[in-house]
């Protein structure tokens, strides 16, 4: 290595040397070369001296490439090296699908499909030879139980949650205006309700988590009448309390302290600067019982608004215990909302990202039988989210059981995310996951909120043309055994056969399904 070094000096020399030769036997302006010689000698003189980095000293400059390669190998993979089903956590065809939507460009594809139909795992939906007539209607929920006096009708497919300090401002703007352009509903994320959420007139879903932000007292607890003077704003139609999300289920939520900007801080009640570590569970409940109180709490202080809470499924008896909860005090959520663990959006753990919390497609069936065991499910809307882009995700998850469904990453996509996989370092390249103002200009709403309509109104047509593919007039038609998955080289099952739908009420009485015996003791 030292031979290497000397061969560094070497070079130096012989830069500085040739560029004096030129500039006397030429000109005096081959002097300006040493504009370029004198970074290169610093940095290469430096690199051989310091001792904190061992690539960067055996290789002088050289290392600095090396390590420029590395910060940006997912661009690199993605735009140069790997096929397009290779790319994770979303292959080309899926954000392509996203960005032809978003931009108004043709919707078809040729040649055939590009996935492999005899891959174990590949889902398709099964069609009729008596397709359906077209359907006008619009594709729309009414989300509020009894209790509720202020019914919001939402579209199936939203904005998934998306903190203002988590996305910039521009990106917040561009969504709320996409949401009011196209009648749907945009959630606010945890960090919460701010002006720019507000700044279109879209519908919002005000959601709040552990730590209450846009609505917490000094002490960092719930302040009701501080929620309530922002859950009566008309934007706002219903209210979504985050028990867990997917990326970090049972962690606190994290925002990195580069992002927390004095206007962030200032609306969160937090301090700029340092990282946000949300608490792990709530203050204001602990158990089942306490949360449906909770609920009441909420939903009186919003006016008698939709409210619904969102968790990541993890042990399955507590989901027993809620519906259990519920029975007992006569309290039902207006909705409620699952995040697959796929799901995320922003900075979270190695491990919570990768080894904690149950996949969607595994947790929406579980809790869709368990609310219609218990008989709630008739009373109960059930949101779904996690890597939901195209319309064959909404119609799978319609068929396991969801009423409706959100889209964060496919949103950020529309909003024109090149999954840089920067987001929780403050220097997305797009301006969509970073609070750097030379980034965010980058973003301009005015055009981005159109491509928000786009992709949600030519998704919608979508899930129509599959709707009426399939010999159906509504999508409370579409069920379980309309679905297909390969489970193995010879054999093809459906939905309904792996996730088989228990009876209604079939968990009041004995005997349980035998898929609940073991957690109904």
Not at 42 to 48: E, K, S
Request: with cysteine; charged share 25%; hydrophobic share 40%.
């Amino acid at each position: 290595m030292k031979s290497l070094r000397r061969v560094f000096y070497f070079s130096v020399l012989f830069l500085f040397a040739l560029t004096f030769l030129l500039s006397y036997l030429f000109s005096p302006y081959y002097l300006l070369l040493l504009i370029l010689f004198i970074p290169y000698a610093v940095t290469g003189i430096y690199d051989c001296l310091q001792k904190e980095n061992n690539v960067n000293r055996n290789f002088p400059v050289a290392g600095h490439i090396k390590q420029l390669l590395v910060n940006n190998r997912e661009l690199l993979q993605d735009w140069i090296f790997e096929n397009e089903l290779q790319i994770r956590p979303f292959d080309r065809i899926q954000r392509e699908i996203v960005y032809r939507r978003a931009e108004d460009r043709q919707q078809t594809v040729a040649f055939g499909t590009r996935y492999d139909y005899y891959e174990s795992g590949y889902e398709w939906m099964l069609h009729s030879n008596h397709p359906a007539e077209e359907i006008k209607e619009d594709l729309r929920v009414l989300v509020g139980g009894k209790d509720c006096t202020q019914p919001y009708s939402c579209s199936i497919l939203n904005v998934g949650g998306m903190s203002y300090g988590s996305i910039s401002r521009n990106a917040t703007m561009a969504l709320n205006g996409g949401a009011r352009l196209g009648n749907f509903a945009s959630n606010t994320g945890e960090g919460g309700l701010t002006d720019y959420h507000l700044h279109y007139g879209g519908d919002v879903i005000f959601q709040f988590g552990t730590a209450y932000f846009g609505c917490r007292d000094k002490e960092g607890h719930f302040d009701e009448k501080e929620f309530e003077r922002k859950a009566k704003t008309p934007q706002v139609k219903m209210t979504e309390i985050k028990i867990s999300q997917g990326a970090k289920p049972g962690y606190g939520a994290i925002l990195p302290g580069k992002k927390v900007t004095k206007e962030v801080a200032r609306i969160r009640d937090i301090e700029p600067g340092v990282m946000v570590i949300s608490p792990a569970g709530h203050s204001e409940f602990k158990n089942a019982v306490e949360l449906m109180h909770f609920i009441k709490k909420v939903r009186d202080a919003s006016g008698g608004k939709p409210v619904g809470y969102k968790f990541c499924l993890g042990q399955r008896r507590e989901v027993i215990d809620m519906c259990r909860a519920m029975l007992e005090t006569g309290i039902v959520p207006d909705f409620i909302t699952i995040d697959g663990a796929e799901g995320g959006t922003g900075a979270a753990h190695f491990e919570s990202a990768n080894r904690v919390g149950m996949p969607l497609e595994d947790a929406v069936p579980f809790v869709c039988n368990a609310l219609t065991g218990f008989g709630l499910k008739k009373n109960i809307r059930l949101f779904v989210s996690g890597k939901i882009t195209s319309a064959f995700h909404i119609v799978r998850y319609l068929a396991l059981g969801a009423d409706a469904c959100y889209s964060a990453r496919g949103m950020m996509f529309a909003l024109g995310c090149v999954q840089a996989l920067q987001c929780d370092r403050d220097t997305c390249p797009t301006g969509i996951t970073t609070m750097n103002e030379d980034l965010i200009q980058g973003l301009v709403p005015e055009d981005k909120k159109i491509k928000i309509y786009n992709y949600h109104r030519h998704t919608i047509a979508a899930v129509k043309d599959m709707l009426i593919a399939g010999g159906l007039h509504h999508v409370g038609e579409m069920n379980r055994s309309l679905i297909c998955r390969r489970t193995g080289d010879n054999e093809i099952k459906t939905l309904e056969e792996i996730y088989p739908l228990i009876p209604e009420g079939s968990l009041l009485r004995h005997p349980y399904p035998p898929q609940f015996e073991s957690i109904m003791q």
